[in-house]
């Protein structure tokens, strides 16, 4: 990627099929050894409420920082492709409906996109704690670019009481901690 200006963006990864924690740390180490991406930092894994349908698993949920040479719509296609890789079939889901693998754009720089197939910021990011709580510990100070306000100030305004729990991975064993609300 030498010689390129990289594009720094922030990436939802979430699951609750399958063996989802399991799912969300493989797509991490696949985002790891595209050419085209530098994995910067991940925040630790959450598990969170569903939002939307609650008749479903809890979700594995975490946000990616990444350095990449690779333009939105790129981007997109690629993270699409690993979706498909982790077993997303877009054809029997639903909205807010179970999910092998969700990986969603969430900013890619200060870009404010409105394409037919990605808008940039991610639209929901202010009302999603499961995106929210990952995103705050490792980008706190990241600025949205439509609203202005930071993601620590985002987290403290939304309107989202869905439960996050993180993970702690230690020595093999998963513990959880409750965050506060």
């Given at each position: 990627m030498a010689g390129k200006r990289l594009a720094v963006a922030w990436i939802g990864?979430?699951?609750?099929?399958?063996?989802?924690?399991?799912?969300?740390?493989?797509?991490?180490?696949?985002?790891?050894?595209?050419?085209?991406?530098?994995?910067?930092?991940?925040?630790?894994?959450?598990?969170?409420?569903?939002?939307?349908?609650?008749?479903?698993?809890?979700?594995?949920?975490?946000?990616?920082?990444?350095a990449t040479s690779l333009p939105p719509l790129a981007l997109l296609r690629t993270l699409q492709r690993l979706e498909t890789r982790f077993g997303?079939?877009?054809?029997?889901?639903?909205?807010?409906?179970?999910?092998?693998?969700?990986?969603?754009?969430?900013?890619?720089?200060?870009?404010?996109?409105?394409?037919?197939?990605?808008?940039?910021?991610?639209?929901?990011?202010?009302?999603?704690?499961?995106?929210?709580?990952?995103?705050a510990e490792i980008s706190p100070r990241l600025l949205h670019p439509v609203m202005g306000k930071t993601i620590d100030l985002l987290l403290k305004e939304t309107d989202d009481v869905s439960q996050v729990v993180r993970v702690v991975l230690e020595n093999n064993k998963n513990q959880t901690t409750h965050l506060p609300s």
């Open positions: 990864i979430g699951s609750n099929l399958g063996h989802p924690l399991q799912r969300c740390l493989r797509v991490i180490a696949a985002l790891a050894r595209h050419p085209r991406i530098h994995l910067v930092q991940v925040s630790s894994c959450y598990r969170t409420q569903p939002v939307g349908f609650g008749r479903q698993p809890w979700f594995i949920n975490a946000v990616a920082e990444i997303r079939d877009r054809r029997h889901e639903f909205k807010n409906g179970p999910r092998s693998m969700d990986l969603d754009l969430l900013f890619h720089d200060q870009r404010v996109l409105r394409h037919p197939l990605l808008r940039l910021p991610h639209p929901g990011i202010s009302h999603r704690r499961f995106v929210l709580v990952p995103l």
